[in-house]
């Protein structure tokens, strides 16, 4: 039995037309008006924008933009970012006592990729970085076969700032530039005595 029949009892050329104007709205419609709504849950970021992470009243640690990335959440210790599916985040200046240093966030990020064995993860060697302003850190990066995740932590004095992000690794590599850029552009602030 035809579709118009089945839908509103009779057979007819006005009843064929609603049938195709109803697929025609669930097809092309829906995702128009989807697409105009504003996600109130995203924030865009201008390109090149500088990104300040922590507390007025604490050390903070400042990152300039790069690529096509969205807030999607910030606290005064953290801010996370999104792109293609990916996330960022990028936490505030902490105490060495607190985090570790570099060397032993990157441990940490190791033992746990290498602890998810059905993942699979391989992790690279630790790769050392000095940023822009002239901070140390290392960076590791962890894939499967499907995923990427990479691990940063840089150290200014007595303090340590972490970045990490996780990908597709279908999109992973036309990202990484960006995240390269974004750590090298770390430049921390010292809280005000």
């Known amino acids: 039995m035809p579709l118009s029949i089945r839908i509103i009892g009779r057979s007819s050329a006005p009843g064929a037309l609603f049938v195709v104007a109803v697929a025609a709205f669930f097809v092309f419609g829906l995702p128009l008006v989807a ?25 903070q640690v400042t990152v300039t933009l790069s690529g096509d990335w ?15 599916g990916a996330e ?27 602890a998810d064995v059905e993942a699979s993860w391989v992790a690279s060697d630790p790769i050392e970085l000095t940023t822009d302003a002239g901070d140390s850190g290392l960076c590791v990066t962890g894939t499967t ?42 430049r921390f602030t010292e809280a005000a005595a």
Not at 35 to 59: M, Q, R
Not at 72 to 78: C, S, V
Not at 155 to 160: D, L, T
Not at 169 to 185: E, G, N, Y
Request: glycine share 4%; with cysteine.
């Open 70 to 84: 969205t807030e999607a959440a910030r606290t005064d210790g953290n801010i996370t970012l999104t792109n293609a």
């Open 145 to 186: 076969v499907v995923d990427v995740a990479m691990t940063c932590a840089v150290q200014h004095g007595e303090e340590v700032s972490t970045l990490t992000a996780t990908a597709s690794a279908q999109v992973w590599p036309s990202l990484q530039p960006s995240v390269d850029a974004m750590v090298r552009s770390m």
């Open 35 to 59: 697409s105009s709504i504003p996600d109130t849950d995203e924030t865009p970021v201008p390109a090149d924008a500088t990104l300040t992470i922590g507390a007025p009243d604490a050390s």
């Open 88 to 114: 960022l985040s990028i936490a505030a200046p902490q105490p060495i006592a607190a985090t570790g240093t570099p060397d032993d966030v990157i441990a940490r990020a190791v033992a746990d990729l290498t």
